[in-house]
Antibody, heavy 123, light 110 residues
């Protein structure tokens, strides 16, 4: 069965960076795009960007362009999302989520989600 | 990329039907038939319940249905049950290979 397992929670200082991993299993990793979505406490889902796991092509939300980097390691079937220059407003649950249609270039939505990684930014 | 517009809250009694709207623009909802809906009970990850405007993943009850007209998509839940109480989000493919979510709607089953 498809599973996405994310790295754990953490507390970071303002100005630091955080890198979250998302290990995929149960499907051909390189055949699907992977999204990253965040949700601040009590707030809405916010799309951050996606990566074509086969080609490595990425696309970021305008809001996060320049501060977020999404990468993947095909040998480990793992996607990564790094956020730099953290501030208190980045305190959120971060999710990876697989796009539901194979191909990796058209976005159709997210069918499998990781369990979430809670990042708290505090001094 | 502005968030899609959803009503903050809707409510209904068990057995009734409710509809949640999701309004975008000609660059997202109006342009693509790649609108999806997600159900998120408190403290859990979102769950896909509708994709491609009106298709249901395996295992999702047919009480959940989706539609679209112009720049507005809609999710209808018929035969409301207590277990349907959750936050609901729409999402859509957008221009320049982007994705956008709605602001979310809290469904209360009275």
């Amino acid at each position: 069965q498809v599973q996405l397992v994310q790295s754990g929670t953490g507390v970071k200082r303002p100005g630091a960076s955080v890198k979250i991993s998302c290990e995929a299993s149960g499907y051909t990793f390189t055949s699907y795009a992977m999204h990253w979505v965040r949700q601040a406490p009590g707030q809405r889902l916010e799309w951050m960007g996606w990566i074509n796991a086969g080609s490595g092509h990425t696309k970021y939300s305008e809001k996060f362009q320049g501060r977020v980097t999404i990468t993947r390691d095909t040998s480990a079937s793992t996607a990564y999302m790094e956020v730099s220059s953290l501030r208190s407003e980045d305190t959120a649950m971060y999710y990876c989520a697989r796009d539901l249609i194979p191909g990796g270039y058209e976005l159709w939505g997210m069918d499998y989600w990781g369990q979430g990684s809670l990042v708290t930014v505090s001094s | 990329q502005s968030a899609l517009t959803q009503p903050p809250s809707v409510s209904g009694s068990p057995g009734q039907s409710v509809t949640i709207s999701c309004t975008g623009t000609s660059s997202d909802v109006g342009r693509y038939n790649r609108v999806s809906w997600y159900q998120q009970p408190p403290g859990t990850a979102p769950k896909l319940i509708i994709f491609g405007v009106s298709d249901r993943p395996s295992g999702v009850p047919d009480r959940f249905s989706g539609s679209k007209s112009g720049n507005t998509a809609s999710l209808t839940i018929s035969g409301l049950q207590a277990e349907d109480e959750a936050d609901y989000y729409c999402g859509s493919s957008a221009s320049n290979s982007a994705w956008v979510f709605g602001g979310g709607t809290k469904l209360t089953v009275l």
